[in-house]
């Protein structure tokens, strides 16, 4: 590698712009050497006058910075992560540099190396995901979310972690993934095939409707429910454009419902937040459901463009 930096006549001297550069990489080149300790780093035995020696310098630090970008452990895969973002109303699926494949729900920001190269195949999630994950045992794949990491070789599972929730989950459908904690990294679970991991975050309850059940444990597992003739999963009917809850409070099928159909949700009466339902949807609008949803604990809505106001 060879970075050379064009110098300017210095009338007093006359010198030839070939010496000049000559020289200012010589000083530059010693400068290097004597920066990482190389042997035999001597001085240099031609005159460095201070015009040169400003270009010199100028010409060690972009060496330096450029050896810094190529050799910085995280430097390479800085400047090579990809990242997908989808909005509210949306989801798309993604194939990973190793062949795995990712279901990103709405309202979720995926990253992930353009090539996997190392030890680990690692992701990071702010949101929703189901992995379908390659199996590769020499090479674990790692999700990394703002609680809890989850490392696999090969499964297939979901992951639910959206920084204003209140809560994070992971349902594993095959496999087995070991989850550990970022507050408590001497801790960790293991699951098995059909269960399902809910961490509470520690946030205090503030009773807005994103927050959790009501003395809900830190760290619960529980045994997957399958619904609609044992084919259905709630936690993953969104991959098939389902919306899924059971016995769920209204204040989470508020925020399913948000992100599903990019709108906004409002409430006016605070005990309406706590009513519970189940049902499955498929092609209903909002509309179509929050009437269906009437039907079994009255309550009153308006709505008005992107917002809607439950009242009472």
């Known amino acids: 590698m060879c970075i050379r930096v064009r110098s300017l006549t210095v009338p007093e001297e006359q010198e030839s712009e070939e010496e000049l550069s000559k020289a200012e990489q010589a000083f530059a080149l010693h400068s290097l050497k004597m920066h990482l ?3 035999g780093a001597s001085a240099p035995s031609s005159k460095i006058r201070p015009k040169q020696l400003w270009l010199a310098a100028m010409a060690f630090v972009s060496i330096t910075t450029l050896l810094i970008l190529l050799l910085s452990p995280f430097g390479a895969g800085t400047l090579s992560k990809s990242q997908v973002v989808t909005k509210k109303g949306s989801k798309t699926m993604v194939k990973l540099p190793d062949g795995s494949s990712v279901w990103v729900n709405s ?4 990253q992930y190396a353009d090539n996997f190269k190392g030890r680990l195949r690692e992701v990071w999630l702010d949101g929703e995901a189901f992995f379908d994950v390659k199996k590769d045992p020499d090479h674990p794949f ?3 979310t703002n609680k809890i990491n989850i490392k696999v070789l090969g499964t297939a599972f979901n992951v639910k972690s959206y920084h204003e929730d209140q ?3 992971t349902a594993l459908i095959r496999g087995r993934i070991e989850v550990s904690f970022n507050d408590r990294p001497s801790e960790n679970i293991i699951l098995h095939p059909n269960e399902k991991l809910t961490v509470s975050k520690d946030q205090p309850s503030s009773g807005h409707r994103e927050t959790a059940q009501e003395n809900a ?7 997957l429910l399958y619904r609609n003739g044992q084919n259905l999963l709630t936690e993953t009917a969104w991959i ?3 919306i899924a809850f059971f016995n769920s409070p209204m204040s989470v099928i508020a925020v399913m419902l948000e992100r599903r159909f990019d709108i906004s949700i409002e409430f006016k009466n ?10 499955i949807f498929e092609e209903e609008s909002v509309g179509d459901i929050l009437k269906i949803m009437q ?8 709505l008005n463009g992107k917002k809607i106001t439950i009242t009472n």
């Open 217 to 223: 444990p830190k760290i619960k597992v529980d045994q």
């Open 240 to 242: 098939d454009n389902k």
């Open 37 to 39: 300790n190389i042997p």
């Open 167 to 169: 809560t994070i989950e």
């Open 142 to 144: 790692v999700i990394h």
């Open 295 to 302: 039907t079994s604990k009255p309550f009153n809505y308006k």
């Open 107 to 110: 309202d979720s920001r995926l």
């Open 270 to 279: 605070q005990d309406i937040m706590k009513y519970r339902y189940t049902g």
